[in-house]
């Protein structure tokens, strides 16, 4: 069992930045890629950003390039998503989930793919 616990959502101001913090417990954190998601009231939890067992390659939602940067500390047992020039349409929970992977460059970004998800942690924006 791994257990993901996430850190760092909060009340922002339209422009303003945050970085979500996600740290794991009970496994290997190393033979897990991981990844964020988030949920809007009213709409369906859609992937972010996900992020390779080693850190050196990652992938984020078009909606958030430009703007969204994951990354992952082994020896801390954390992978982080930092989020800059944040909108109000960026206003959802986020979840930080874990996909167990035997190849240190695969990558998710679906839900099926997930084998852990952290409980979640709010991120408000306001206009």
């Known amino acids: 069992q791994l257990q993901l616990v996430e850190s760092g959502g909060g009340l922002v101001q339209a422009g303003d930045s945050l970085r979500l913090s996600c740290v794991a417990s009970?496994?290997?954190?190393?033979?897990?890629?991981m990844g964020w998601f988030r949920q809007a009231p009213g709409k369906e939890r859609e992937f972010v950003a996900t992020?390779?067992?080693?850190?050196?390659?990652?992938r984020v939602a078009e909606s958030a390039k430009e703007r969204f940067t994951i990354s992952r500390d082994n020896a801390l047992n954390t992978v982080y998503l930092q989020m800059n020039t944040l909108k109000p349409e960026d206003t959802a929970v986020y979840y930080c989930?874990?996909?167990?992977?035997?190849?240190?460059?695969?990558?998710?970004?679906?839900?099926?793919?997930?084998?852990?998800w952290g409980q979640g942690t709010q991120v408000t924006v306001s206009s």
């Open positions: 989930a874990a996909s167990f992977k035997t190849l240190s460059t695969s990558l998710f970004s679906i839900e099926g793919s997930v084998d852990y």
């Open positions: 009970g496994h290997t954190f190393s033979q897990y890629a």
């Open positions: 992020i390779s067992r080693t850190g050196n390659i990652m």
